[in-house]
């Protein structure tokens, strides 16, 4: 009896723990639904009596939730893909490229990216994308988002990229590949599932990133999903329903992704630790 019982604490405390992350959403999800914000103000934590459905088509077209949405998709997807092709050949370089001594500080400067923090680094990338004169366009963010994501995208693939056998690239060596040959035919093939990865992780961070985004736009049809959230106001009120469809809409692609995917990014991030 005793030993059933350590058994279920471990389990009882998840399930609340799960609880008290879903309760805030299911809030949201509820209030989503609900008619205006005197039915949320009186039944706040409670099922609608009636599902309102129209709030989220009012958030998607009036409210411009499909622009901010598809910015911010758009921007995300670019900037982790461009991340991943920059971050995997600058990790083939250090660690199946003999360069001597350069391999190890090169990828020493890189972990220092990772030591600095994003906001620490406001002011000087502002002057930066100024003097670019890019302000007020999505390249502002894409450029930071690259730069900002690189360091860890080096770590994972270099990780996973040194406990590949260096006789498969001797083969390739024997069947006459060149260097940028065995990178692109045989390295990216074989790790496709750090890429997978990595380019989760950087998808979530650029999808949620708000402070570049709020400071670096200022055109509304070139402003992100997070940021756009902050303009569910009108004159005299803020309607909390359709703001709750707008958060919905953006939690969506984070739930799915998590919810479908959520071993691929376990394994990507354990990739290296193990040596067989």
């Known amino acids: 009896m005793l030993r059933t019982l350590k058994k279920c604490i471990p389990h009882v405390v998840l399930l609340s723990y799960l609880l008290v992350i879903l309760f805030p959403f299911l809030f949201v999800l509820f209030s989503s639904v609900k008619k205006n914000n005197l039915e949320i103000a009186l039944n706040p934590f409670g099922i609608p009596k009636e599902f309102v459905f129209d709030n989220y088509i009012e958030a998607w077209v009036n409210a411009k939730i499909s622009?901010?949405?598809?910015?911010?998709?758009?921007?995300?997807?670019?900037?982790?893909?461009?991340?991943?092709?920059?971050?995997?050949?600058?990790?083939?370089?250090?660690?199946?490229?003999?360069?001597?001594?350069?391999?190890?500080?090169?990828?020493?400067?890189?972990?220092?990216?990772?030591?600095?923090p994003n906001n620490a680094l406001m002011l000087p990338i502002y002057t930066i994308v100024r003097k670019l004169g890019i302000?007020?366009?999505?390249?502002?963010?894409?450029?930071?988002?690259?730069?900002?994501?690189?360091?860890?995208?080096?770590?994972?693939?270099?990780?996973?990229?040194?406990?590949?056998?260096?006789?498969?690239?001797?083969?390739?060596?024997?069947?006459?590949?060149?260097?940028?040959?065995?990178?692109?035919?045989?390295?990216?093939?074989?790790t496709v599932p750090a890429m997978v990865t990595v380019f989760i992780v950087n998808f979530l961070g650029n999808w949620n990133e708000f402070l570049l985004a709020n400071y670096f736009l200022s055109n509304d049809e070139l402003r992100t999903l997070p940021v756009g959230m902050v303009q569910f106001r009108d004159q005299y009120q803020m309607n909390y329903a359709q703001m709750s469809a707008g958060i919905v809409y953006s939690v969506l692609p984070v739930v799915i992704i998590y919810a479908f995917l959520q071993e691929k990014i376990i394994e990507g991030l354990t990739a290296g630790s193990v040596k067989g």
Do not use: C
């Open 67 to 116: 622009t901010y949405f598809f910015n911010s998709m758009y921007i995300a997807i670019f900037a982790s893909v461009v991340t991943i092709l920059l971050g995997s050949m600058f990790a083939f370089a250090v660690t199946r490229m003999r360069q001597g001594k350069w391999n190890g500080i090169l990828f020493s400067l890189v972990l220092i990216g990772m030591l600095i």
């Open 135 to 190: 302000l007020n366009t999505h390249w502002a963010l894409i450029i930071p988002y690259i730069a900002n994501a690189i360091p860890f995208t080096v770590i994972i693939l270099a990780a996973f990229m040194r406990i590949l056998p260096r006789e498969i690239e001797e083969a390739a060596v024997m069947d006459g590949l060149n260097a940028p040959g065995i990178f692109a035919r045989i390295i990216v093939p074989l």
